[in-house]
C-alpha cells in the first residue's frame, strides 16, 4: 500500500485558500467589561435557577412547608426551567457565534416579564413568598435579571461582518 504524504507546498496553498476566510470567522467583537458582568450574571441565575428547581423537586429542603410546595406549582416551574434553559442555550449559541444575539435577548425579556406576571399571580393565593426565602430570593431577583437582559441588548457591540461565499456582499450590507 502506497502512503502518500502532503509535501509543504500542497500545505501552503491549503493554508493560502483558507487564510482570507479564517480573520473573519475567529476575528470576534470586543465586548465591554459591563457586557461580560452581565452576562456572566444571567448565565449565574438561569444556573442557580435550575439548580434550585432540581433541589426543590427532589425536595433537599430540610426547613421547607411540603404542604406549599403542590404538585401544580412543580409542573409550571419545571415548564418555566425547560424554557429558560433553551434560552439560556440559545443566549449562548448567538453570543459565540455573534448572529441573532439582540433578537435572542429580546425573545428572553418578553418571556422574563410574563413570566414574573404569571408566577405573581398563580403563586400570589397559593403561597406566602415572605415565609419561604428561596422563592423571595428568586421573585425579588427577577428584576435585576430583567434589567440584566436589557443592558445586554443595549451594550451589545453589533460590528461583526462575514462575507457569503455566494456573494460579494458582507452580511452588514456593505461590499466587500
Do not use: H
Not at 51 to 59: D, T
Not at 125 to 145: Q, R
Amino acid at each position: 500500500m502506497v502512503e502518500k504524504k502532503i509535501t509543504d507546498l500542497e500545505i501552503v496553498a491549503i493554508l493560502e485558500a483558507f487564510s482570507k476566510s479564517q480573520p473573519i470567522v475567529t476575528d470576534r467583537t470586543g465586548q465591554s467589561s459591563s457586557f461580560r458582568a452581565l452576562f456572566c450574571f444571567i448565565n449565574l441565575y438561569v444556573l442557580l435557577f435550575i439548580a434550585l428547581y432540581f433541589i426543590l423537586k427532589i425536595n433537599q429542603f430540610a426547613t421547607l412547608d411540603t404542604n406549599s410546595l403542590t404538585e401544580e406549582f412543580l409542573t409550571v416551574l419545571e415548564g418555566r426551567v425547560f424554557v429558560l434553559f433553551w434560552l439560556f442555550v440559545s443566549l449562548n449559541m448567538t453570543a459565540y457565534f455573534n448572529v441573532g444575539f439582540k433578537a435572542v435577548c429580546l425573545i428572553i425579556l418578553v418571556y422574563m416579564l410574563n413570566s414574573t406576571i404569571d408566577n405573581t399571580i398563580l403563586f400570589s393565593g397559593l403561597k406566602d413568598l415572605l415565609d419561604e426565602l428561596y422563592f423571595l430570593a428568586f421573585m425579588i431577583t427577577i428584576p435585576l435579571c430583567v434589567i440584566a437582559v436589557a443592558g445586554l441588548m443595549i451594550i451589545y457591540k453589533d460590528n461583526f461582518e462575514t462575507s457569503s461565499p455566494l456573494t460579494s456582499v458582507a452580511v452588514s450590507g456593505k461590499a466587500t
